[in-house]
């Protein structure tokens, strides 16, 4: 693992020869995806643990690690807690890291596969193995789905909890993936087991932004800004928008502390434990209840004003400190159009395949949906909408539906292996899906074009092709057989090969 | 009274319009009525089998 840098917070670098991209507003996205796994129709015991290993048996013989790089550039590996994990490659666009991300979804669905057959003949022919795309097992241990952004030096930690934490706790309104609780429904997955905003931590307290900071890329210009708070979605449109609002808000926050004025979204700040506004925006089903308590209440009413925004009523008459989730969402999407408005060919160039038209107007679409309480027309994109909707549908064919049959269809709804309400949705038009079967089978083989990644799934490729011993992170590619040669890869933009790389890989 | 008719006449257009989105949302909701009542029917099978077995199986340590 590269070396752990300090989170210090520093203005603007003084870096003499920085990379062409440090002064734009490129970015590169990664998407890491934990999974649980269960087995039901054993005819003997058998743990998770064990499954998980049968999956990653190939694994192990190919690589004698549980841990490796494949040839799209992605890392797969067991996690703490058997959880079968897949970090996708450095993606320039949020489409590109969906792609990847269900390429990992359909690596693990054929890993999965495998062992059921394997352990079929040892544990009987109903064997069957579920792999959850979820973030909560039944006894209420949690598992992730983290977003990865590079961010530019000069965004310190402060600004991150000021400015960014309040966008993402109510872009949950439509990247929320739904759970059946035993307290009834909840928007999100995650909600109840974040303790804390921005911390180090990351298993015993869960805070919604990690500081770890590893930006696997130059720290004189980058931070790796690692958001914990997101729920695995299965939903494609909800992955892309989530990362596309998340950049396009990373754009301005960036501007401004580049320039040292003021973004606009402090006046979002959360009070001092954004947790509370967390778990009260997850349960609030009518998705307009004042529950985010703000700082400064007054501020932010004079900037909506300014704005011409709504206020939600309801905390005006109560002069309480508290918002709607979608004030703040529609004070985000304001002040990101304009901004969008007013560097229109910057945007556009950070973003290679996405329109950021359409990430403006889907977003805006999903909050005017949510602002009028139709709910329903969110079902084909929002995961909780259509796992709401079909939970309410249920019940109404079935009124005796008991709490624990409503856990399972949420369970089924996420299994990628052996669930069928999910493609059951997707056949019959009830879910729109962004990437085709055959991109997502290309994305399983090849890596992204555009960045760092492609020098490492080329290489990977190499290795495995000229069987030559290899290893790698992020940063690093190494063979110790035929011969030792080790390459650094320090800017994650850059996919050209430099000599060194084609001497490693000429070599095996 | 010009102005009177002006106003009902445009009041008289108002519904018109309203009730013919109306209509289209009726039919598009509709279609996802019957839609979700042909995901229920495919995933009935599914309920049949034993739920509580089914949630209890899914207990693994935490992970991140």
């Not at chain 1, 796992?387 to 249920?394: H, I, N, R, S, V």
Request: proline share 4%; glycine share 6%.
């Amino acid at each position: 693992m590269p070396q752990l840098r300090d989170s210090s917070n520093q203005g603007p670098g003084n870096t003499t020869l920085r990379s062409p991209e440090y002064d734009s507003f490129h970015r590169i996205f990664g998407i890491e995806t934990e999974y649980g796994v269960s087995v039901t129709g054993a005819s003997k015991p058998c743990d998770p643990g064990q499954v998980a290993m049968m999956m990653f048996a190939p694994i192990l013989s190919r690589s004698r690690s549980t841990n490796t790089y494949l040839e799209n550039g992605s890392r797969l590996y067991l996690d703490v807690g058997s959880h079968p994990e897949y970090a996708t490659a450095e993606a320039r666009d949020p489409s590109t890291a969906l792609a990847q991300d269900l390429a990992g979804e359909k690596i693990m669905r054929r890993l999965a596969i495998g062992a059921q057959e394997r352990l079929r003949k040892t544990h009987g022919e109903h064997a069957t193995i579920h792999l959850f795309k979820d973030n909560v097992d039944s006894a209420g241990h949690a598992f992730g789905c983290h977003e990865n952004y590079l961010v530019r030096r000069y965004v310190s930690l402060p600004i991150i909890k000021s400015q960014l934490l309040p966008f993402l706790v109510t872009r949950q309104l439509f990247t929320g993936a739904g759970r059946v609780t035993e307290n009834g429904f909840e928007i999100t997955q995650r909600a109840a087991f974040l303790d804390e905003g921005v911390s180090s931590s990351t298993t015993r307290f869960r805070p919604m932004v990690n500081t770890r900071d590893e930006p696997h890329a130059d720290p004189d210009e980058f931070r790796r800004l690692h958001v914990i708070i997101g729920d695995s979605n299965r939903s494609q449109w909800a992955t892309k928008m989530k990362l596309a609002t998340t950049h396009l808000v990373l754009c301005v926050i960036e501007d401004a502390a580049k320039r040292g004025i003021a973004s606009g979204f402090e006046y979002c700040a959360l009070s001092a434990d954004p947790s509370v506004s967390n778990k009260a925006m997850s349960a609030d089903l009518s998705c307009g209840k004042p529950v985010m308590q703000v700082e400064d209440i007054d501020a932010l009413r004079t900037m909506q004003e300014k704005l011409g925004l709504m206020s939600s009523p309801s905390g005006l008459e109560n002069h309480s400190e508290t918002v709607t989730a979608l004030e703040i969402q529609y004070l985000y999407w304001t002040i990101v159009s304009r901004f969008v408005d007013s560097h229109h060919d910057q945007i556009e160039q950070s973003l290679p395949d996405t329109d950021h038209a359409d990430i403006l107007r889907e977003w805006k679409a999903a909050l005017d949906a949510l602002a009028s309480k139709d709910f329903s027309s969110l079902s084909n994109r929002v995961d909780w909408a259509a796992k709401y909707q079909l939970l309410a549908k249920m019940k109404e064919r079935n009124p005796e539906l008991s709490p624990t049959q409503a856990r399972q269809i949420d369970m089924n709804y996420h299994d990628v292996v052996n669930g069928s309400i999910y493609q059951s949705l997707v056949g019959h038009g009830l879910i729109e899906t962004l990437v085709s079967d055959d991109a997502i089978e290309h994305a399983l083989g090849n890596p992204p074009e555009d960045t760092r990644a492609a020098l490492r799934g080329g290489f990977v490729h190499q290795a495995l092709k000229a069987g030559a011993k290899f290893t790698c992170d992020w940063t690093h590619l190494k063979t110790s057989s035929p011969i030792r040669h080790e390459v650094e890869l320090i800017d994650p933009f850059s996919c050209v090969p430099d000599s060194e790389y084609r001497r490693l890989v000429e070599d095996m | 009274m010009a102005q009177q008719f002006v106003q009902q006449q445009h009041q008289s257009e108002e519904p018109q319009s309203q009730a013919q989105s109306k209509t289209q949302k009726n039919d598009s909701s509709q279609l996802q009525e019957d839609a979700l009542d042909a995901v229920l029917d495919d995933i009935s099978s599914t309920l049949e089998t034993d739920a509580e077995t089914y949630v209890s199986s899914f207990v693994q340590k935490g992970g991140e």
